[in-house]
């Protein structure tokens, strides 16, 4: 591995070692130099991000400089930034992350938001509502569901048995140990023998088009987990199955809510209307004005 901050009769105080990483990364083409740099460093001396203002004079220990320098070369090898430090922040929570998981994604927060427009603010002597999510990854959907509606029940699936565990120690990270209950296993047959009927089912399936995958940023097709992304020849393998296999789990006036591509939107339509069993489909747009995320409600 490079050594990329040789002791060249310099010292390296934080305000130098941010200027020659920022530099590095520019000339390399890694997105948001500064925060990298930033939160590389963070990580690396356990401070918080004001205190690398603070003290921008501070001097650097070998050791210091070395774990830096090593954080920075898989940055450089276009390891996502989340892998490296291991966490994530998601709606107002964070979470732990890894290679098991996707990492959550500003975009995923239009699932959450038209989610929470449907989940009823739990009040006393109300039943409370069963919400599902399919495909939970690290749980930054479900686990933000239960952080804003509090008193109902909640569910989380994972077909990776890493994934469930990373999922459950979010759980505990964000003090909803005990709120969400996990379970492994492909897609609703993780529950069928449970006989749960659910007032909302969502989901974050792979939806990316298996020949378009590679053509992604290194950061996604190089380390983000390939069944987490791939839909298939079409991209909507897991949207199909899901579309046609929830029916059976949702209530009366139960809503499916899916993240699915911008330019799936005809071919959604297709899917829920032939399975003729939905309802007032709707579409919602993230905050960049693409079309994000589907919802439907069961007949």
Known sequence: MKNLFRDDNRSWTIRKIIESSVSCFEKNGI???????????????????LDLYLEQDRLLSE???SDYNRLVYRRLEREPLAYIVGEKGFWSLSFDVNRDVLIPRPDTECLVETALAVIPEKKKGDSACRILDLGTGSGAIILSLAKERPGHAFFAVDMSVGAVCLASKNA????LEGKVSF???????AIKNDHFLFDVIVSNPPYIRTQDIKTLQPEIHQFEPFLALD?????????????????SYLISGGRLILEAGDDQKKDLVEIIEKNGKYR???FHR??????????????
Do not use: C
């Not at 505990?172 to 003090?175: A, Q, V």
């Not at 379970?183 to 047959?189: I, Q, R």
């Not at 839909?231 to 029916?247: F, P, T």
């Open 31 to 49: 997105d948001s130099p500064r925060i990298t740099a930033e939160t590389l460093l963070v990580h690396v001396l356990n401070i918080r991000k």
């Open 63 to 65: 050791t210091e400089i």
């Open 280 to 282: 007032h489909i709707s």
């Open 286 to 299: 993230d905050l960049t004005g693409k079309t994000r995320v589907v919802q439907m409600e069961k007949i």
């Open 231 to 247: 839909g298939d020849e079409d991209g909507l393998k897991a949207i199909r199955h899901i579309v046609n296999d929830a029916v």
């Open 172 to 175: 505990r990270r964000n003090f």
């Open 183 to 189: 379970f492994a296993g492909y897609w609703l047959d």
